[in-house]
């Protein structure tokens, strides 16, 4: 399952180049794909944990993920991560029927690994500024990108091409908004591998 919404991610956040022209794209253009991808990954990467070690809910954790990010677009592209999210709530079921017990702590663990990676969202999107780029021809013919100073223009609308080739982008995200959004997912991961990797104490006679 870890491996499904690895790949339904990679597809979702591929969306947008394959559906592009072929006209040069701004030069922070692969900087989103690539990060969304990374971060529809860490369900994933949470359910592999759970799944390896039979904590429900760490399960439980990647499948509220699951189904949150279900709904952040509105094209309902990522509608299908509903399917992964129900299937970890079976699994959790499942192992709790199985007689694992979680303690407190693996609990506490499930819920921070979903306040974290929530968090990591948040920052990434709200994090951005507004930036711009020209388009040139270099001496070869070919189409090069440079990112320019933004201008107050840049938030009123749309990307614009003129002439050879410029935009700018309202929202675009930056170094800072991917630093806090990335740090967050790792610690969110981390939380996860550290809960898994704790001795169980023995169950009482």
Same mark, same amino acid.
């Given at each position: 399952?870890?491996?499904?919404?690895?790949?339904?991610?990679?597809?979702?956040?591929?969306?947008?180049?394959?559906?592009?022209?072929?006209?040069?794209?701004?030069?922070?253009?692969?900087?989103?794909?690539?990060?969304?991808?990374?971060?529809?990954?860490?369900?994933?990467?949470?359910?592999?944990?759970?799944?390896?070690?039979? &904590?429900?809910?760490?399960?439980?954790?990647?499948?509220? &993920?699951?189904?949150?990010?279900?709904?952040?677009?509105?094209?309902?592209?990522?509608?299908?991560?509903?399917?992964?999210?129900?299937?970890?709530?079976?699994?959790?079921?499942?192992?709790?029927?199985?007689?694992?017990?979680?303690?407190?702590?693996?609990?506490?663990?499930?819920?921070?690994?979903?306040? &974290?990676?929530?968090?990591?969202?948040?920052?990434?999107?709200?994090?951005?500024?507004?930036?711009?780029?020209?388009?040139?021809?270099?001496?070869?013919?070919?189409?090069?990108?440079?990112?320019?100073?933004?201008?107050?223009?840049?938030?009123?609308?749309?990307?614009?091409?003129?002439?050879?080739?410029?935009?700018?982008?309202?929202?675009?995200?930056?170094?800072?908004?991917?630093?806090?959004?990335?740090?967050?997912?790792?610690?969110?991961?981390?939380?996860?591998?550290?809960?898994?990797?704790?001795?169980?104490?023995?169950?009482?006679?």
């Amino acid at each position: 399952m870890a491996a499904v919404i690895v790949v339904y991610g990679v597809l979702v956040a591929a969306i947008p180049f394959l559906q592009g022209d072929r006209f040069p794209a701004a030069p922070w253009a692969l900087y989103r794909p690539i990060l969304l991808a990374a971060l529809f990954a860490v369900p994933a990467v949470v359910a592999a944990i759970g799944a390896i070690r039979g &904590l429900g809910p760490l399960l439980i954790a990647a499948g509220v &993920l699951c189904f949150l990010q279900a709904f952040i677009s509105f094209s309902g592209v990522t509608l299908g991560f509903v399917v992964p999210a129900i299937v970890l709530f079976a699994l959790a079921g499942a192992t709790r029927r199985e007689g694992a017990r979680p303690d407190n702590t693996t609990g506490l663990a499930g819920i921070l690994v979903i306040v &974290l990676t929530i968090a990591a969202w948040v920052s990434l999107f709200a994090l951005t500024e507004p930036r711009c780029y020209v388009i040139t021809r270099a001496a070869d013919g070919t189409l090069v990108t440079t990112e320019v100073p933004a201008t107050d223009a840049a938030s009123s609308g749309p990307v614009e091409i003129q002439g050879e080739g410029e935009g700018c982008g309202s929202a675009e995200l930056t170094l800072q908004g991917i630093g806090v959004s990335a740090v967050l997912a790792i610690g969110a991961v981390a939380i996860a591998g550290w809960v898994a990797s704790r001795k169980r104490s023995p169950e009482p006679a």
